[in-house]
């Protein structure tokens, strides 16, 4: 792998607050460049570029769907062609794409989510999803005075940013501990939450977002993900193990006999969410399963995945 984009992707793994839709933003860019690093001699040096940059990508942030979808859909495009000019032009394009979608489905999902929010709606979410930021920023705009409330999320904090990114924009905000996140949603007219994939498991989330989504279930409060088809896990990928954050993130001077565990997600079960908010609108968790079933895995990216195994 070249120096540059080797060290393109440490960055990328070493990121810890930004949410799916901007670190798969980055990811692409640093494709883009990877397949322009060296001389090619044909589509199949592109794509072996490809997967191995791509690998490194993936594993660096296990659990976010756009990695693999970006990807797997390079992997596929560049089937379409047998000489290395025309492939790397062919992975330009399509990475270029590929964020245009992004921005494209992040404000379709906006638009949508607006017809949830009334005029004065309390909103509780978690983490820092830049598809949430969009969609409540784009509910001021239109004239609705939502408060928000953010949790800290720790143990990054990136609760925090989100909390003052909103505060910018005219948001009334209430920033709360993790823990009284649950006991808040009561009070609450609508839970909305980002995701970093979807598949027939479940939502993997932010950390506290499997008890948000028992505290909505049970006091039924309606609990929403923004969440657009990238963030589709294809069926058959499975994920890397996860590499835990820093204990010292936590506790930094732990004393000897204390182990610390913490996580950056959990997994929540379809069944307790009201409904998922993609760029085709508000669909029920029972229907995903005919949308995953719609992507396939390219036989690259599947033979690299059971030989990591």
């Known amino acids: 792998m070249d120096p540059f984009i080797a060290q393109s992707v440490a960055a990328i793994a070493a990121d810890t607050v930004s949410g799916a839709v901007e670190i798969a933003q980055k990811c692409a860019e640093v494709l883009a460049r990877a397949a322009r690093s060296r001389p090619m001699a044909n589509r199949v040096d592109v794509q072996h570029e490809v997967l191995v940059v791509g690998r ?6 296990p659990t976010m769907a756009p990695l693999v979808n970006l990807v797997n859909g390079l992997l596929w495009r560049l089937e379409e062609t047998n000489d290395s000019e025309t492939a790397q032009r062919l992975v330009d394009e399509a990475t270029n794409d590929f964020r245009r979608r992004l921005h494209v489905h992040e404000a379709a999902i906006a638009e949508t989510t607006l017809r949830l929010i009334g ?5 509780l979410t978690i983490g820092r999803s830049t598809t949430v930021r969009a969609a409540l920023r784009h509910a001021q705009r239109a004239g609705r005075r939502p408060r928000v409330i953010c ?4 143990p990054a904090g990136e609760g925090r940013m989100l909390a003052g990114e909103l505060a910018a924009s005219g948001i009334n905000i209430t920033l709360i501990t993790d823990a009284s996140a649950a006991t808040q949603v009561a009070q609450c007219h609508l ?5 970093d994939l979807i598949s027939s498991d479940g939502l993997i989330n932010r950390v506290g977002t499997y008890p948000l989504a028992l505290a909505a279930h049970a006091t039924g409060v309606p609990m929403y993900t923004l969440c657009s088809s990238e963030k589709l896990l294809p069926p058959g990928y499975r994920l890397p193990p996860q590499q835990p954050p820093p204990p010292n993130q936590l506790w930094p001077e732990a004393p000897p006999l204390v182990t ?3 996580a950056y997600s959990d997994r929540t079960p379809l069944d307790l969410l009201t409904g998922i908010i993609s760029e085709r609108g508000i669909s029920p968790p029972v229907g995903i399963e005919a949308w995953l079933a ?3 895995l390219h036989p690259l990216l599947r033979a690299d995945m059971e030989a990591a195994a």
């Open 151 to 154: 949790t800290e999320s720790r």
């Open 191 to 195: 839970v909305l939450v980002g995701a």
């Open 260 to 262: 610390v565990h913490t």
């Open 119 to 123: 005029e004065e709606a309390t909103i």
């Open 294 to 296: 719609a992507t396939h």
């Open 56 to 61: 490194a990508l993936m594993r660096s942030h």
